[in-house]
């Protein structure tokens, strides 16, 4: 818990912190801070062959999971055959493999979601010397990170008589001190991240397609309270991480439940945007004897599955209409939106002003985060097939997955 407090003290500070010991590593899900921020070499305004040179590649089965890079590893999951799930582990100087394991998993999507593919979707996390796997089938799978050895295993469909998540296990576990928090069995979940015991649910509904949440939680500290922020189909909430009391919950309008984004923290105030529904900013604070959320503006922005990158109060965020806009996070006001239309979905990460976004077609994209206006400074084409899982950056090296593999790079600075 101390690990925590510290952590929530110096976001509330306003200091940029790693949850993880102070080297290259990208552990979880949009990285180190759960912001999508490299604490890298600062890259060079091209993307081209002699600044971003190919390394290795190695062939997958499709995945939406983005890589997890911790020391000499890089660690990666994959669908095989309709059937089975594997999580790998690859050298990452050469692209060798370390070790794999696989268990059975497969979900059938819904017809409407089946150019989205019935592959699996989080992304791993990896805390002190464990990786926390998620697998479609409502499975959460624990291994020692540098073997490959399975140390526990939680069948949240068996365990809590829930049935199978409609679109799988989409919510990316957040590890703090020795606990697991996620969205599975039809609830906000934390577990023990020694033995997998689980130690309380909460925000349960009944599961099936309406309960399949896809949003990652993230650890803040608002209105002076400790706090995990989590978005499920239908609400925003806060939650107590030592007791899973919910400290107050806000509904979030979107078609067919598709809140996907994972909420961004702003000072004292909490970004989120949903398909179907409009861009929002809440503010925590007391009321009486809690807490409550109060709508600081509401926007047209509709994002989609993007969640964006902030840098100096502006958030660069993918639309669903396939646009770039750039909002003020004090006003809400969005001082510049593309005209160019670009991929269904950008991967974003952040590296003091320049953004790097990936999108599904394998286009990478080099940009300034300019309040100002849009300036692209660089594309290349990274992948001939699909690539909807998240960047990974760490160390001077860039990771890319594709629907039929991972690929290497690595930043040539002069």
């Not at 200091?15 to 490299?38: K, M, S």
């Not at 696989?102 to 999507?109: L, T």
């Not at 809590?160 to 409609?166: E, M, N, Q, T």
């Amino acid at each position: 818990m101390a690990a925590l407090v510290l952590y929530l003290c110096l976001i509330a500070a306003g200091t940029q912190v790693n949850l993880f010991p102070l080297r290259a590593d990208w552990p979880q899900w949009r990285g180190p801070q759960r912001d999508g921020r490299v604490a890298d070499i600062f890259w060079p305004a091209s993307l081209d062959e002699n600044h971003l040179k190919p390394v290795w590649r190695a062939p997958l089965g499709p995945s939406y999971s983005g890589p997890v890079v911790a020391g000499q590893l890089v660690f990666v999951t994959e669908s095989t055959n309709q059937l089975t799930e594997a999580v790998l582990a690859f050298d990452r100087s050469t692209g060798k493999l370390h070790w794999r394991q696989e268990w059975e998993g497969y979900v059938k999507v819904p017809f409407f979601a089946k150019a989205n593919g019935d592959w699996i979707r989080a992304t791993p996390t990896y805390a002190d010397g464990r990786l926390f796997v998620a697998g479609m089938r409502d499975v959460l799978v624990c291994f020692q990170a540098e073997t490959g050895e399975e140390l526990w295993r939680v069948d949240f469909v068996k365990d809590h008589s829930k049935p199978v998540p409609d679109f799988g296990f989409v919510s990316s576990p957040l590890v703090v001190d020795d606990a697991v928090y996620v969205q599975a069995g039809a609830a906000f979940v934390k577990l023990d991240a020694p033995t997998g015991r689980v130690l309380w649910r909460t925000l349960e509904d009944e599961g099936g397609m309406w309960g399949s949440a896809f949003s990652s939680p993230v650890a803040a500290r608002l209105a002076g309270v400790d706090q995990l922020i989590v978005q499920t189909r239908t609400t925003l909430a806060g939650v107590s991480p030592e007791d899973g009391k919910v400290l107050w919950q806000q509904p979030i309008k979107a078609f067919r439940g598709m809140n996907i984004l994972t909420p961004v923290v702003f000072g004292d105030t909490i970004f989120t945007t949903a398909y179907g529904g409009k861009a929002h900013q809440f503010r925590i604070r007391p009321e009486g004897a809690g807490l409550v959320a109060e709508e600081v503006w509401t926007a047209r922005a509709e994002g989609y599955m993007s969640t964006p990158v902030v840098r100096d109060g502006h958030a660069y965020l993918h639309l669903r209409n396939q646009r770039i806009t750039c909002l003020d996070l004090n006003t809400g006001f969005s001082t510049w939106t593309s005209e160019e239309k670009f991929g269904k979905y950008w991967s974003l990460i952040l590296n003091q002003d320049r953004i790097l976004a990936l999108d599904e077609r394998g286009w990478l994209i080099l940009l300034e985060a300019d309040p100002e206006k849009l300036t692209i400074l660089s594309r290349r084409q990274v992948a001939e097939h699909e690539s909807w899982a998240h960047l990974a950056a760490s160390g001077g090296e860039l990771y890319v997955r594709d629907l039929h593999g991972l690929a290497a790079y690595r930043w040539s600075v002069p």
